[in-house]
Every structure is written in C-alpha cells, then in structure tokens.
C-alpha cells in the first residue's frame, strides 16, 4: 500500500475549502467565511498570522489546536481541520455569525430571566467540560460566546487556553490572562498557581452583564479594576480571603463597604442572586466550581431555561443597515462641521480641522467597508473602540 | 479530529473507538498502522531497519541530553521524543536531517507542554552536542554565523513541517502518571526502588518503537511487570494483575520484548550520520 506522502494530503484538505470573504481580524488571526465545497457548509476559517519568525509558530495557535481537538461538546466550538499553506496555520472552524456581546448590546432586544438562564446554563456547561478536561479557558467574556443560528452558544477563541493538570507547572503559569473586566481578584494581584475557578470569576461576570446589559466590572486598568471590583463587592479582608495578602502584588485598597448585590440587581430573584455571589466570591477555595454552578438551584427553581431555538437573536441584515444609517449620519455631521471650519484661520482651528478630515477619511473607509459587506459588524465595532470615534 | 484522521499519512488513532476509552487520557495516543511501520518512507528509501532504529535512538539520546541542558522537565522530553518517533513514520531520515528534526520536535514539545524555550538556546545546545558527538568546537555559536542561520532554519522549518506531518496532532498522553498510580492503587508505592526502576523502564522505552504502537495504560503496565520481576515483588497471576488496567498480556509481553533488545543491543556506534546529506553518502559507500 502507497502511503500519501503529507504534503498532497495537506493540499487535499486545503482544496476540500474556499475562502468566499474576510470576516474579521484578531491580534494574532485572520478570519475568513468559507465553504467547504463538498457539502456547501459554511465554515470560518482562521488563519494565524505568521509573526516574524521570531518565535517560530505562534503558541496561543498551539494551545487553541490542541484544546478544541481534545474537547468536543455541544457547547464549544468545533475545530473541523487543520492545514498548512504557505507556512501559515489555518484553522477550520465551525461559522457562527453572532456572539453574545451582540445581543447584549441589542437595544431592540428584550431578555427576560429564562433567556438569561439558557445562556447561563450553556455557558457553564462548556466551561465544566473544559474544566473536566483539565482545560483553563482563561478569556471568558461576551465576544467569546459565540451563538449558532439555532440558538445555541459555543465558546470559542481558545488562544489562551491551557492546561492545568501538570503539578510541576503548578506557580508558573502567567496572571496576565484573561481580558480586564473579567479577570478574577487573584490574577489582579498577581497569583501564578491559580485554577479553574478564574474562569467561573468570568462567567459571574458575564451572568451580571446579562441582567444589567452593560458591562458590570469596567476598570480603566490594572490598578483601578481592583478598585472597581472593591467598590462593587465590598474590600476583602484576610478573613474572607486567606492567604490574600501574600501574593505577589498585594496591595492594600480602601475598604469599601459590602453592600448587597440586591441594592444593584432589583428585578433579579433570590436564586439568580445567590449564584451570582457563588461565582463572584474573593477566596478562589470558596468560589463555586463549574459542576457547583449548574447543581445551584437556580437552574432548577422556574421559569425554566428558554430552549436555545427560541432565544433571542439578532437579525443581522436589520444591525447592518442600522449601522450603515449610524455612520451615514456621523458624516453628515462631520461635512458639516468641517464646512464651518474651513473658514477659520488660527492654528488651533486648522488642528481641530486636520483632526476631523481624519475622523472623516476613517468614517468614511468604515462606511465603505461595511456597504461592501467586506467587513462585518463585528471589525467595526472593534476599530470603533480602540480609535475612539 | 474525525475529518483529518481520514488521510492517511496521520498515524491512526488505533483500532480502539474513542468512546470505549476508559483510562484517564481524553484522547488516545496516535498509533501507527502495520504497513506505516513495517515499510518506514527511509526503509522505502534503503536505509536499513537496524540503522534507522540506531538513528531514532541517536535523536532520542540527543532530545533526552539537550533536554537536560535546557532545563527542561521530563514531561517535555518525553513528548519530543515521541514526536520524533511518530515524525519518521511519516518523513524520511533522507528528506529531513535528524538534527533538524531534533530541533523541530524539541522546539514544539516545549511549546506545548508550556515550557517553551528560546531559539538561540535550543540551537546552541544541539550545537554542542553535534560538536561533542564530532570531536569539534563546542564553544557557542555566534548568533550571525552561516551555521547559526542553517541550524536555525532547519529548525523552524520542521517545526512547521512536524506538525503537518503529524496532522496538527501534537497530543501525547504519556504513561509515567498511569504507572505511579497503578503502583498506588496496588499499594507498592512506598517502594521506591521498585517506582524509580519502572520509571527508568519508561525513559529508555523512548528509544523503542512502543509508544507509537501501544497506548500508555500498556507501556505503564509493562514497566510495572518488568520493575516487579526485577525487585522479586510477588505479583497476583491467577488472574493476573494487569487485568484490571485493561492491558493483555501479549501486548505487555511485546513491549517488554522491545526493551529486551534494546538493552541487549551494543552501545550506538560513534559515527552515525547526522544529516540526510551525511546519510546519503554513507548509504553511497555501502
């Protein structure tokens, strides 16, 4: 028997997808929507970006791989193949077309407490398979929730992930994980033998996001996140954490007044709350455990969870022409502006006026892009944070 | 992954269906076919059976020595050298330098184990032991020299080549857990000497094919019977002991089988082509 050599291999999977567009752009990946042509499937390919060499093959592209092939589940994503071109790593991945962070912003769209519960429930039902298997997510959040078309939601983006089993890494894993909002109390103060309970930190998070439907921990940086945190939930003591003040970068907040999580969540019933305070204690010992989580009576005390297909999502062709007719107006506003300013001659005026040809040119580039189709909603959103526009 | 399992060029994941897996590993090991292992693509090329095994243990002594150099924990060099053993059943000794290979597999497994080391280290540290092996210059490389760039090239391109030739499965589950809790379980883990003799039985497996034809509960196993017969610990035989980690005898007896020759064959000799073009021209000479 002629075994295929793994070069013609490589390319038979390469052939088995076509690349139709470019989806989106990550720090180290670029995403394609594609095909695979024998059974017209859409699938998003991920294509990692080779870094100068300097490093050789990027590590988060590793750990993602060897995560998604060890976890299968109904709630993670689906890494369908791998293959080589040109010495990029390229991915081929389930195609999901909205996230959570979407319907979260979604003004048009109204949760009620079983929807809330559904996705609770399918959150932490990924996250206890990862954590069965020995795997850390470590970037929980709203944009790494992604939803399928009937309703269901995956968790996706395992660039960080990692495991955790192995005693002689024990110490030395890195605290600059997971993103800033929803990164848990002991990785802000620097610990580097934590477990899996950082991601049930995010995931209380995230339960929070879904009933205020803004983001419930929004810290300017490392610093103040603590603060932010403190002055939600109250300044721990030694008492409520042991052990707290012995890691690495302990440093002593005001002590902010413990308040009940009921003064903030009004509608929320008792169980809701009770969970909530579970997933968000200080002391990672005392912290649920992902299987604690879903054994909470919440999950069983009515309403009961909303099935996945008749959940709300969003209608991506109505967001689009929304954001069109957002950025339409935006330019509008800025022609007029600048026609004001044209006239004026000192240079403060001539500054603010180069400042608003530029706010214009990239306005106008997003605006071009998004009627293309070129990009989705989810770049725009992206740019439009990091630039401030 | 089911969809890339169907090329054939991956070592197959066994015959055994991921859902009957009942040890502790989530994925079994990739396993080799018999055609993949009888008919190797250098046996295919003319290098001889017992020179490419001297070549294998070469590189496995090679990971097992600049493991050491860099630090690194047994864990990390376990796995590159079962890498390396998986890669030749995919790439020839002729396409692909066993030093570069050396290199690549070295490089990942430090990766994806999380104990990642820099290129310059990894390239210094195999340098000097080429050099030693050659009786040349073992002073460090300077980092704008032809043979810096060569060795470093070679090794971030069998990184990428490792991993395509493996189908992107870099996972090994390795044995040396499963065997100290065997011992546990049978209540012999005070005995130290005996765990330390099972563990070495599992280090030197490495030079031996049996950890890209068995999956670990087997290798565990296996160095648990030989480590009990050397320490005359008396071991339950009627039904014999290994029943209950669901290894079988002849798969046990096999691997003790591979670790027999290894010990008996004679120390490798010292010059061993380290290079496909080295291996060229010594299969040229024969």
């Known amino acids: 028997m002629d075994v295929e050599t793994p070069d013609t291999a490589n390319r ?19 995403v394609y929507e594609a095909t695979e042509t024998a059974t017209g499937r859409r699938v998003a390919i991920k294509k990692i970006k080779v870094r100068q060499q300097k490093d050789g093959l990027d590590v988060s592209a590793l750990r993602e791989i060897k995560a998604l092939q060890e976890l299968r589940h109904p709630n993670v994503l689906e890494l369908m193949d791998v293959y080589a071109h040109k010495g990029n790593l390229n991915l081929v991945l389930e195609y999901l077309d909205s996230d959570l962070e979407q319907i979260v912003k979604d003004r048009s769209l109204v949760f009620t407490a079983a929807d809330i519960k559904s996705w609770m429930l399918m959150t932490l039902r990924g996250v206890e398979h990862c954590h069965r298997n020995w795997i850390l997510h470590r970037d929980l959040k709203p ?21 955790h089993a192995d005693l002689n890494c024990a110490g030395r894993m890195t605290s600059q994980v997971v993103t800033l909002w929803y990164r848990a109390p002991e990785l802000l103060f620097g610990a580097r033998d934590y477990g899996p309970t950082v991601d049930i930190w995010s995931v209380g998070c995230i339960f929070a996001e879904l009933m205020l439907r803004t983001p419930y921990l929004p810290g300017d940086g490392e610093m103040q996140q603590l603060d932010v945190i403190f002055r939600a939930l109250g300044t721990p003591t030694e008492e409520d954490w042991p052990g707290m003040t012995k890691l690495p970068q302990y ?32 002391d990672p ?12 009576p919440y999950f069983q005390n009515s309403p009961r969870p ?33 026609a004001m300013q044209l006239g004026g001659e000192s240079t403060a005026c001539q500054c603010l006026c180069s ?11 997003r605006l071009a892009s998004l009627e293309d189709g070129a990009t989705t909603k989810r770049v725009a959103r992206r740019l439009s944070f990091s630039m401030g526009v | 992954m089911s969809s890339s399992s169907s090329t054939s060029t991956r070592p197959r994941s066994g015959d055994t269906p991921r859902a009957r897996q009942t040890t502790l590993a989530a994925l079994p090991n990739a396993v080799v076919t018999r055609e993949q292992f009888t008919a190797t693509p250098s046996a295919k090329r003319g290098v001889s059976r017992s020179l490419e095994s001297q070549l294998r243990a070469l590189g496995c002594e090679f990971i097992q020595a600049a493991g050491i150099l860099l630090k690194l924990p047994q864990v990390t060099m376990a796995t590159a050298q079962v890498l390396l053993q998986r890669f030749y059943y995919v790439e020839s000794l002729l396409d692909v330098s066993l030093l570069d290979a050396v290199a690549g597999a070295l490089f990942t497994a430090a990766k994806v184990e999380e104990t990642p080391r820099r290129i310059p280290d990894v390239v210094n540290v195999l340098h000097y032991l080429r050099q ?4 040349g210059d073992t002073a460090p490389l300077d980092g704008f020299t032809q043979d810096y760039y060569d060795l470093r090239d070679g090794l971030l391109a069998t990184e990428s080549r490792l991993l395509v030739a493996l189908g992107f499965d870099v996972h090994v589950q390795l044995p040396y857990g499963l065997m100290v809790n065997y011992l546990q379980a049978m209540g012999l883990a005070g005995n130290h000497a005996l765990a330390q003799r099972a563990w070495n039985y599992l280090n030197d497996a490495l030079r031996t094919p049996v950890y890209v034809l068995y999956q670990p509960h087997v290798l565990a196993c296996a160095a648990v019977d030989l480590a009990t017969r050397h320490c005359r610990v008396p071991m339950p035989t009627s039904p014999p002991w290994w029943e209950v980690f669901e290894a079988e005898a002849d798969e046990i007896r096999a691997v003790c089988g591979w670790l027999g020759r290894l010990y008996a064959d004679p120390a490798l000799p010292a010059n061993l082509p380290l290079t496909s073009a080295e291996l060229a021209r010594h299969l040229a000479t024969l």
């Open chain 1, 251 to 282: 440093v002593q907040y005001r002590a902010y007044p413990k308040q009940p999580l009921r003064m903030l969540f009004k509608a929320a019933g008792q169980d809701a709350l009770d969970l909530l305070a579970g997933m968000l204690r200080f």
């Open chain 1, 143 to 163: 944009n790494n929730l992604l939803l399928a078309a009937n309703g269901q939601l995956k968790l996706a983006d395992f660039g960080l992930a990692r495991e």
């Open chain 1, 306 to 338: 909303t099935p996945h297909e008749r959940l709300p999502r969003i209608d991506a062709a109505k967001a689009r022409d929304e954001e069109i007719a957002g950025v339409k107006r935006k330019l509008d506003a800025l022609l007029g502006e600048d």
């Open chain 2, 132 to 135: 030693r092996r050659r009786g």
């Open chain 1, 355 to 365: 400042y608003h040809l530029l706010t214009f040119a990239y306005t106008a580039t």
């Open chain 1, 285 to 296: 010992a005392k912290r649920f455990t992902a299987r604690e989580a879903l054994q909470h």
């Open chain 1, 12 to 30: 038979r999977t390469e052939s088995r997808y076509r690349k139709d567009r470019r989806v989106g752009e990550g720090t180290y990946a670029v």
